[in-house]
Nanobody, 122 residues
Framework: QVQLVEPGGGLVQAGGPLRLSCAAS????????TGWFRQAPGKERQFVTV????????TYANSVKGRFTISRDNAKNTVYLQMNSLTPEDTGVYYC???????????????WGQGTQVTVSS
């Protein structure tokens, strides 16, 4: 079992930055892929970005490419999501998730954090 906790959400003005963290505990010896997903009110959960265990491979949704950066520090069992140039369309609950295989489909992920609210004001 892996437990994921995502501190770092909050309210930010449009154009501003925000950094989210995803801290893992439990069975962290396994080499998990970590992804970020978000869910806006009334919408389905959507893929944001994913990073391989080594950190060498990343994929971003087109809507965040060039603005968001995912990174990880395996010594700290933590994955980061740096979000820049935020817009109101980025508002939602952000979840980090862990999977054994690299993928963009939330159904492929085995472990999920509780989510953190990100609100971008215009």
């Amino acid at each position: 079992q892996v437990q994921l906790v995502e501190p770092g959400g909050g309210l930010v003005q449009a154009g501003g930055p925000l950094r989210l963290s995803c801290a893992a505990s439990g069975r962290t010896s396994r080499r998990y892929v970590t992804g970020w997903f978000r869910q806006a009110p009334g919408k389905e959960r959507q893929f944001v970005t994913v990073i391989s265990w080594s950190g060498d491979t990343t994929t971003y949704a087109n809507s965040v490419k060039g603005r968001f950066t995912i990174s990880r520090d395996n010594a700290k069992n933590t994955v980061y999501l740096q979000m820049n140039s935020l817009t109101p369309e980025d508002t939602g609950v952000y979840y980090c998730a862990a999977a054994g295989n690299y993928g963009l489909d939330p159904r492929e992920y085995d472990y999920w954090g509780q989510g953190t609210q990100v609100t971008v004001s215009s």
